[in-house]
């Protein structure tokens, strides 16, 4: 493949710089080095070369190319040696007026038609190239990190840049093995935008009381298939990367209800409890590894009240069945008995809600979460509501995990806690598209790739159903009367008409 940019050079050679030296060598670019620091720049290239050196060792590469590859890192000790380079990428301090001053040197030193890129994640590349001249050759370029192994890239439009700039940054991505995703400028462009449903959302959960930070984990794993819950995500990037990117968000979007941080995170970074780097977060780690609390055991119940299930519970053809599989006995008329275990399964509402609308008695009603078919997850989630008597809520545990699957009980809750953290997660990515950020297409792929999500959002929010996620959300505002979970345009007209969420907008 003919590379866009045979000599590139590197502004910062940290472990986000030295991740894109490494990428574009390999690529065959020759790769200038510049750091502000003497000798680190010298550094970075020894760094890569022993690291392809063990490569080679593994035999993962040729034994002659750490050399060869090598050989194509030029470390320069001033930006002046960066003249003949056709794209600079900089990978400083996270800081506008540093990243401005820079660019502006460039601007004197690189050829008129010159790239100059930014791999910025939080910044914006219309104020980053507002000072300039030039500022339609600026672009962003954001990489995740490590960069070998995250293979995709944002490609971020400012409002001036060109969009050629942006389409050579696409085709350079794709020789260098990356999977380029085009996105235009905005707080947190695709990836941080996407991600900011998962972990503010669960932080609200808890902060409600309707489960502690292992429940939710546990749940979010084995329901929707996560790698990682919410708060061991959180635990190994640590709160002082994570928190400040939710407050960062959240201000730059004039304070959304959706991205609305948590005073819980909040008090954690104020008190050291970063995560697995300082040994507590919001689990304790003892030679890396997290204390977890062991789950509950499911109780022991010597005799099983009748089940019965509400007219109006989600999937409630699979839950009879479910029921019948697991040996209950199950009335089947109107009203329940003064004995039954009442069941609802609502979604958005909580369980309070659905006994008082539908006059049950709410000691004896407990709440399942059918959003997910029952076949497709290896967790059930139930919910005690104030009332529900502790005999029927042990009745319901020990009924759901007669076959040996996960149960968790939570406090009441409007949405579980699944519903609640996929419908957020959907709507954020809806609205995304609605505002014409990226296309549905790069926003799966930059989530997929970029979070690691066993689906894109828009994906998820197909397989379970818009209309069921619309309802989900439109009964949480009515539980919580909060504006953070009004549905996006694009995910009630979608829901309306029956199209899929992945469908490109014309």
């Given amino acids: 493949m003919q590379l866009d940019f045979t000599r590139i050079g590197v502004v910062g050679t940290g472990a986000m710089g030295r991740g894109i030296a490494q990428i574009a060598a390999q690529a065959g670019s020759t790769v200038y080095l510049h750091d502000s620091q003497p000798g680190a720049a010298e550094a970075a290239r020894d760094h890569l070369h022993q690291q392809w050196l063990r490569m080679a060792d593994k035999g993962r590469i040729d034994a002659g190319q750490p050399q060869l590859w090598r050989d194509k890192l030029v470390p320069v000790a001033s930006l002046g040696e960066l003249a003949p380079c056709t794209l600079v990428v900089e990978a400083i301090v996270e800081r506008l007026d540093a990243k401005r001053e820079l660019l502006l040197q460039l601007e004197s030193i690189v050829a008129p038609d010159a790239v100059l890129a930014s791999n910025t994640s939080s910044l914006s590349i219309t104020a980053v190239a507002a000072t300039l001249a030039r500022p339609e050759r600026v672009a962003g370029f954001h990489f995740f990190n490590p960069v070998p192994l995250m293979k995709v890239v944002e490609v971020v439009a400012g409002l001036r840049t060109s969009a050629a700039v942006c389409e050579r940054l696409a085709r350079y991505a794709r020789a260098m093995g990356h999977t380029p995703v085009m996105a235009q400028d905005t707080p947190g462009f695709i990836v941080n935008h996407a991600g900011r449903?998962?972990?503010?959302?669960?932080?609200?959960?808890?902060?409600?009381?309707?489960?502690?930070?292992?429940?939710?984990?546990?749940?979010?794993?084995?329901?929707?298939?996560?790698?990682?819950?919410?708060?061991?995500?959180?635990?190994?990037?640590?709160?002082?990367?994570?928190?400040?990117?939710?407050?960062?968000?959240?201000?730059?979007?004039?304070?959304?209800?959706?991205?609305?941080?948590?005073?819980?995170?909040?008090?954690?970074?104020?008190?050291?409890?970063?995560?697995?780097?300082?040994?507590?977060?919001?689990?304790?780690?003892?030679?890396?590894?997290?204390?977890?609390?062991?789950e509950p055991a499911a109780p022991v119940v010597a005799e099983m009240p009748p089940v019965w299930v509400s007219t109006r519970a989600a999937r409630r053809a699979e839950l009879y069945q479910l029921l019948k599989d697991l040996g209950a006995r199950i009335e089947t008329g109107a009203s329940p008995s003064a004995q039954a275990?009442?069941?609802v399964a609502p979604l958005g509402f909580d369980v309070t809600t659905v006994a008082v609308v539908e006059r049950l008695d709410p000691a004896r009603t407990v709440g399942i979460d059918m959003l997910i078919d029952d076949a497709a997850t290896r967790r059930r989630v139930l919910a005690t509501n104030p009332a529900t008597r502790e005999d029927m809520r042990d009745a319901a545990h020990a009924l759901f995990a007669r076959d040996g699957k996960a149960v968790s009980v939570i406090c009441?809750?409007?949405?579980?806690?699944?519903?609640?953290?996929?419908?957020?997660?959907?709507?954020?990515?809806?609205?995304?598209?609605?505002?014409?950020?990226?296309?549905?297409?790069?926003?799966?792929?930059?989530?997929?790739?970029?979070?690691?999500?066993?689906?894109?959002?828009?994906?998820?929010?197909?397989?379970?159903?818009?209309?069921?996620?619309?309802?989900?959300?439109?009964?949480?505002?009515?539980?919580?009367?909060?504006?953070?979970?009004?549905?996006?345009?694009?995910?009630?007209?979608?829901?309306?008409?029956?199209?899929?969420?992945?469908?490109?907008?014309?």
């Avoid at 808890?206 to 930070?213: C, I, L, R």
């Avoid at 959304?256 to 689990?283: H, N, T, V």
């Avoid at 159903?465 to 953070?484: A, K």
């Fill in 197 to 294: 449903g998962y972990g503010t959302e669960a932080l609200r959960i808890v902060s409600e009381g309707v489960a502690d930070f292992a429940t939710v984990d546990r749940i979010l794993r084995d329901q929707v298939g996560f790698k990682l819950g919410p708060f061991e995500l959180l635990d190994l990037t640590g709160l002082d990367v994570s928190h400040p990117v939710m407050e960062s968000i959240y201000h730059q979007f004039y304070d959304e209800p959706r991205f609305r941080p948590s005073a819980i995170a909040a008090q954690r970074l104020a008190g050291g409890l970063l995560g697995r780097k300082s040994g507590e977060g919001f689990y304790r780690y003892v030679d890396g590894t997290a204390q977890v609390p062991p």
């Fill in 341 to 343: 275990l009442t069941l």
């Fill in 412 to 506: 009441d809750s409007g949405g579980f806690v699944t519903q609640r953290v996929v419908a957020t997660i959907v709507n954020i990515a809806s609205d995304i598209c609605q505002q014409r950020i990226c296309t549905p297409a790069d926003l799966e792929t930059a989530v997929t790739l970029g979070l690691g999500y066993p689906l894109g959002p828009l994906a998820m929010g197909d397989r379970w159903g818009p209309t069921n996620v619309l309802e989900v959300l439109f009964n949480m505002q009515t539980v919580y009367g909060d504006m953070r979970y009004r549905p996006s345009p694009w995910l009630r007209r979608r829901g309306a008409i029956g199209l899929s969420l992945t469908h490109p907008e014309s």
